[in-house]
Each structure stands twice: as structure tokens, then as C-alpha cells.
């Protein structure tokens, strides 16, 4: 039987997965959630003998039930090969008392690779599935790193193009020349003057903008969302947390049924949620501790019941979690609303009207599951010192905001469950900040001798994705207001 996705803001009649996927968002604005969560059907002992792969398809044939077996095994296939730079995928590290899942070994090194080197393939399958016969153009608003990790996912895919808007002042150097640097036929960088959260709402509105909608469709193109919203992203990374319970398992490192904690770096709320659907399917996972920045929206939320947006945007060394509307929260409100649209409808209004709602006891109850907690400017950078001078490992700043916020846990709790935390991206990605953390000395040194100093302090090879920006020639330039993102569009696909 197939499992069906509904929005979150309205009753209407579900959809099916590969439909899911290739609207990312509801007609409705809501986000798709499946009707229910599936359970595993496979023991943990049994995932413990799987590869990743297997994993993956073993946890997206649930999710995914319109697809037949050959269909994601294809899909699989061509998304996690030789990109990564380990067979094991995500491969788990253990330092200080921590199991440091790594989703940084893929094209980009940031963990959004995780997902978006097999979306592609999933939207291109539903694409075919669902008989259309448009060129699929992907929309996406990005705080760094989602936006060069699509950007590679989806370079000369037949069938699609990708636009992808970032905040020109609101990313990293190395983020900045990985996107501009982007080859590909039907790639197209734009830089806008503005936060990450006006690149949002700028690609929300043409989502939304049904007359444009319709010359698009006229001119034989339809807009697709490869934003982590799109529940085509969304399953995929249930997968790491699957196969990270289950490789501890396999390595002695915890006992069958033993519960452990995961702790997440979050902005969307969309790696967070992932853990929480794996929770949900069957994984033993006693709290899911959410990490914030000084964008701490979220820990003031399961603080208080209030989510709250209407406060100052900061620029953090974390810049891909400097976000303060987790759209993936959404799921969540809709979840512990009882999976009642009407109810979440109301809060989604109020924080488009007035920035911020407040939610209800019983479903401040229902989200226990959840620790909240944020790490300022000065506890990351401490962390990534501390870590290093202890073990010689050295942490991205999304990571290590995640790893403060980890301590501050312990020490509050006392809690000695064992931990599992997402380590988000690459410190080569961050190389200025985290060179910075360990010592102010570095600051004189340009970009490059900086990745080359890392390297060896860390005793790390140069990853392959930084190699390649070293002299890559700048291809996009692009820069517009906020408001001309639309203009910007149609000139790009001629229409
Ligand atoms: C996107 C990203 C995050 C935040 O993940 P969400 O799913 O948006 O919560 C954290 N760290 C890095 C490095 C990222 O790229």
C-alpha cells in the first residue's frame, strides 16, 4: 500500500511520494508530511551488517513507496559512489567521549551533500513517473552551503536547471568561490543584497506566483524546490542515523536497545527533524538536543512555548545556521498539534503577521523529546581550541557549536548517555574561523595558505573540493535587490 504525504496546512487528499518530491512545496504553502511514520522492518542487529547504501534503500522504500526496487537502487547508486571520498559513507569518529558522525566525505563537504547528491535522481525518476514532460527548474535560497552542494548535485542533470540565490555579504569566502566557480551548462548564481532569510521569502513568493507559474508552463518549465523542505531531502537523511546506531552497534561500542543521545547544529530544522523521524521509525534515541548560534530563536522556543523571529539577524562564524525561520519546524508544530492543519495553520499565520506564536502545554508535552540550547561566538571558538589541544581533531564552527552546546547539556544534566553529534561540514569549508579559534596569529595569512596550514596542523589531506577553487575561474556574477529576483529569473530562462 502506499503511503500517502498531506500538507501541513490543509485537509486535501494526499499525494504520492514521487509527487511530493517534485512540488517540494504544497500548493497550499505547507510542507508534505507522510500520513504516518513508518516503523523499521529490519532489526538493528540486522542494519549493523549493511552497507550505506543498503541502509538507504532499505529506509527510503518505506518512505518512498510509489518507487519500485530497481528505481531507488538506481537512484542510490549513482548518488553515493566515488563522490565520497570514503566507502563508508559517513564514517563515525570517536574523540572526548563524542561519536562525531561525519557528513562532510561528499562533493562539497557539508552535509547537505547527503541529500542533495541523490535528489536529483529521485526528483528526475518522479519527473518520469508522473509523465512530465517540462524542463524542471530548481529554485533554491541558500545560507551556503545547500546552495553549492545542489549546485553540484544538479550540474548538467539532462532535463533541469538550477538558479540558486544567496545572501552576497552572508557567506563565507571559500562558500562564496565554490558557488561562483560552479561549471554546468544550467547552473545560475545569483547574489542578493540581502540576508538569508530575504532570499527565503524571495523564492517563496516565486513559488507561490501562480501567473508566472503559467508562462513558465507555457514556456515549457515548471519550478521545483530543492530546499530542505522537499521531503525528497528529508528521508535521505533519516539514513545516517539509522546507519550510525547501527555501525556502534556493530562495533561493540553500545548494546543492543541501548539508548543514546544525538546532538544536531541546526538552522532549517531539517537534520534535527531527520533524527526525530528515526526516533520515531524505531532507533533507540532518548533526546534530540537541538544546537543554535546567537540566532537562538529555536532555544527560546523549547525554552518558553514562543517562537519569536522579530529580534536582530546575526552574522555568526556558523553562517549556515544563522537562519530565523526553521521552515522544518513546521513538521514539528504540525506533528505535536496532533497532525491537525487547521491548528497549525493559525500559528503559520501568525508568524507570517506578526513574527512570532505561541504554542500549547499539551503540545509543549509532546515535544520533550527536546533539548534546546545555543553556544555565543566566544563558547564555539573555545570549543574548536579545547578540542584540538585535547586530541589534535579539529571541528568546523557548525560543528563545534553543536559540541558547546553538547557540554552545556552535561553539565546541566549530568546525563552520561552516549552521544552521537552531527558534524555538519568540513573545517577546510570554514578554514579562516576555525584557524582563528585555535590562534589570532593566523589571521595575517591569505585564504589558501591558511587550507594549507590546517592541513598540516591537522595531519588532514586537502580535500578535493577545495583543491579545485584554488584556481577555478569565476563564472557567475550576478547581483540583485531583493525585489528583482523575479526579473532576474525569467531573463535567465528566457521567458
Ligand atoms: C545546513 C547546515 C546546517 C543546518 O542544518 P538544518 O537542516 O538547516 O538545520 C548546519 N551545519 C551546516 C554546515 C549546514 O550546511
Same mark, same amino acid.
Given at each position: 500500500?502506499?503511503?500517502?504525504?498531506?500538507?501541513?496546512?490543509?485537509?486535501?487528499?494526499?499525494?504520492?511520494?514521487?509527487?511530493?518530491?517534485?512540488?517540494?512545496?504544497?500548493?497550499?504553502?505547507?510542507?508534505?508530511?507522510?500520513?504516518?511514520?513508518?516503523?523499521?522492518?529490519?532489526?538493528? @542487529?540486522?542494519?549493523?551488517?549493511?552497507?550505506?547504501?543498503?541502509?538507504?534503500?532499505?529506509?527510503?522504500?518505506?518512505?518512498?513507496?510509489?518507487?519500485?526496487?530497481?528505481?531507488?537502487?538506481?537512484?542510490?547508486?549513482?548518488?553515493?559512489?566515488?563522490?565520497?571520498?570514503?566507502?563508508?559513507?559517513?564514517?563515525?569518529?570517536?574523540?572526548? #567521549?563524542?561519536?562525531?558522525?561525519?557528513?562532510?566525505?561528499?562533493?562539497?563537504?557539508?552535509?547537505?551533500?547527503?541529500?542533495?547528491?541523490?535528489?536529483?535522481?529521485?526528483?528526475?525518476?518522479?519527473?518520469?513517473?508522473?509523465?512530465?514532460? #517540462?524542463?524542471?527548474?530548481?529554485?533554491?535560497?541558500?545560507?551556503?552551503?545547500?546552495?553549492?552542494? %545542489?549546485? &553540484?548535485?544538479?550540474?548538467?542533470?539532462?532535463?533541469?536547471?538550477?538558479?540558486?540565490?544567496?545572501?552576497?555579504?552572508?557567506?563565507?569566502?571559500?562558500?562564496?568561490?565554490?558557488?561562483?566557480?560552479?561549471?554546468?551548462?544550467?547552473?545560475?548564481?545569483?547574489?542578493?543584497?540581502?540576508?538569508?532569510?530575504?532570499?527565503?521569502?524571495?523564492? @517563496?513568493?516565486?513559488?507561490?506566483?501562480?501567473?508566472?507559474?503559467?508562462?513558465?508552463?507555457?514556456?515549457?518549465?515548471?519550478?521545483?524546490?530543492?530546499?530542505?523542505?522537499?521531503?525528497?531531502?528529508?528521508?535521505?537523511?533519516?539514513?545516517?542515523?539509522?546507519?550510525?546506531?547501527?555501525?556502534?552497534?556493530?562495533?561493540?561500542?553500545?548494546?543492543?536497545?541501548?539508548?543514546?543521545?544525538?546532538?544536531?547544529?541546526?538552522?532549517?530544522?531539517?537534520?534535527?527533524?531527520?533524527?526525530? +523521524? %528515526?526516533?520515531?521509525?524505531?532507533?533507540?534515541?532518548?533526546?534530540?538536543?537541538?544546537?543554535?548560534?546567537?540566532?537562538?530563536?529555536?532555544?527560546?522556543?523549547?525554552?518558553?512555548?514562543?517562537?519569536?523571529?522579530?529580534?536582530?539577524?546575526?552574522?555568526?562564524?556558523?553562517?549556515?545556521?544563522?537562519?530565523?525561520?526553521?521552515?522544518?519546524?513546521?513538521?514539528?508544530?504540525?506533528?505535536?498539534?496532533?497532525?491537525?492543519? #487547521?491548528?497549525?495553520?493559525?500559528?503559520?499565520?501568525?508568524? %507570517?503577521?506578526?513574527? @512570532?506564536?505561541?504554542?500549547?502545554?499539551?503540545?509543549?508535552?509532546?515535544?520533550?523529546? +527536546?533539548?534546546?540550547?545555543?553556544?555565543?561566538?566566544?563558547?564555539?571558538?573555545?570549543?574548536? *581550541?579545547?578540542? +584540538?589541544?585535547?586530541?589534535?581533531?579539529?571541528?568546523?564552527?557548525?560543528?563545534?557549536?553543536?559540541?558547546?552546546?553538547?557540554? *552545556?547539556?552535561?553539565?546541566?544534566?549530568?546525563?552520561?548517555?552516549?552521544?552521537?553529534?552531527?558534524?555538519?561540514?568540513?573545517?577546510? @569549508?570554514?578554514?579562516?574561523?576555525?584557524?582563528? %579559534?585555535?590562534?589570532?596569529?593566523?589571521?595575517?595569512?591569505?585564504? +589558501?595558505?591558511?587550507?594549507?596550514?590546517?592541513?598540516?596542523? &591537522?595531519?588532514?589531506?586537502?580535500?578535493?573540493?577545495?583543491?579545485?577553487?584554488?584556481?577555478?575561474?569565476?563564472?557567475?556574477?550576478?547581483?540583485?535587490? *531583493?525585489?528583482?529576483?523575479?526579473?532576474?529569473?525569467?531573463?535567465?530562462?528566457?521567458?
Amino acid at each position: 500500500m502506499d503511503l500517502f504525504y498531506r500538507s501541513t496546512r490543509s485537509n486535501s487528499d494526499g499525494v504520492k511520494a514521487s509527487q511530493a518530491i517534485l512540488k517540494g512545496l504544497a500548493e497550499d504553502g505547507g510542507l508534505y508530511m507522510p500520513e504516518s511514520i513508518p516503523c523499521l522492518d529490519k532489526s538493528l @542487529k540486522e542494519f549493523a551488517e549493511m552497507t550505506y547504501q543498503e541502509t538507504a534503500y532499505e529506509i527510503m522504500k518505506l518512505f518512498l513507496t510509489d518507487f519500485t526496487e530497481a528505481e531507488l537502487k538506481d537512484c542510490i547508486s549513482k548518488a553515493y559512489d566515488s563522490k565520497f571520498d570514503t566507502k563508508q559513507i559517513a564514517p563515525i569518529v570517536e574523540k572526548d #567521549n563524542t561519536y562525531f558522525l561525519e557528513l562532510f566525505h561528499g562533493a562539497t563537504i557539508a552535509f547537505k551533500d547527503m541529500a542533495l547528491s541523490i535528489l536529483p535522481h529521485l526528483l528526475i525518476t518522479s519527473a518520469k513517473k508522473n509523465n512530465v514532460k #517540462n524542463e524542471i527548474v530548481i529554485l533554491t535560497a541558500t545560507s551556503g552551503d545547500t546552495g553549492k552542494a %545542489a549546485l &553540484a548535485g544538479f550540474a548538467d542533470v539532462k532535463g533541469t536547471r538550477i538558479i540558486v540565490f544567496y545572501p552576497k555579504n552572508g557567506v563565507s569566502p571559500i562558500q562564496e568561490k565554490q558557488m561562483i566557480t560552479q561549471k554546468g551548462e544550467n547552473t545560475f548564481v545569483v547574489g542578493i543584497t540581502g540576508n538569508f532569510d530575504d532570499a527565503q521569502t524571495g523564492v @517563496k513568493q516565486l513559488f507561490g506566483d501562480r501567473a508566472l507559474a503559467e508562462t513558465m508552463d507555457q514556456a515549457g518549465f515548471q519550478f521545483s524546490s530543492a530546499n530542505s523542505i522537499n521531503i525528497g531531502r528529508l528521508v535521505p537523511q533519516i539514513v545516517y542515523y539509522v546507519y550510525s546506531y547501527a555501525q556502534l552497534l556493530k562495533t561493540g561500542n553500545i548494546e543492543n536497545g541501548e539508548k543514546i543521545n544525538i546532538v544536531v547544529p541546526t538552522g532549517n530544522f531539517g537534520n534535527i527533524l531527520a533524527a526525530y +523521524f %528515526a526516533k520515531h521509525m524505531g532507533v533507540p534515541i532518548a533526546k534530540l538536543i537541538c544546537a543554535s548560534n546567537e540566532n537562538k530563536v529555536l532555544y527560546d522556543f523549547f525554552d518558553t512555548g514562543i517562537y519569536d523571529r522579530n529580534r536582530a539577524f546575526v552574522l555568526t562564524s556558523s553562517p549556515s545556521m544563522d537562519i530565523l525561520i526553521s521552515s522544518n519546524l513546521e513538521r514539528l508544530i504540525y506533528l505535536t498539534a496532533g497532525a491537525d492543519a #487547521n491548528r497549525n495553520v493559525e500559528f503559520m499565520k501568525a508568524l %507570517a503577521a506578526e513574527g @512570532k506564536y505561541e504554542i500549547s502545554a499539551d503540545m509543549r508535552e509532546n515535544m520533550k523529546d +527536546f533539548y534546546g540550547n545555543y553556544a555565543s561566538e566566544q563558547e564555539t571558538a573555545d570549543t574548536i *581550541k579545547t578540542l +584540538f589541544e585535547k586530541t589534535g581533531y579539529i571541528i568546523d564552527t557548525h560543528t563545534a557549536v553543536a559540541a558547546a552546546v553538547l557540554s *552545556k547539556y552535561k553539565k546541566e544534566t549530568n546525563d552520561k548517555t552516549k552521544t552521537v553529534l552531527a558534524s555538519t561540514a568540513s573545517p577546510f @569549508k570554514f578554514t579562516r574561523s576555525v584557524m582563528n %579559534a585555535i590562534d589570532t596569529k593566523y589571521d595575517a595569512m591569505e585564504d +589558501f595558505a591558511l587550507v594549507d596550514e590546517l592541513s598540516k596542523i &591537522a595531519k588532514v589531506k586537502v580535500p578535493k573540493a577545495i583543491e579545485e577553487i584554488r584556481t577555478a575561474p569565476v563564472l557567475h556574477n550576478t547581483i540583485c535587490d *531583493k525585489e528583482d529576483m523575479k526579473s532576474v529569473v525569467m531573463k535567465f530562462l528566457g521567458v
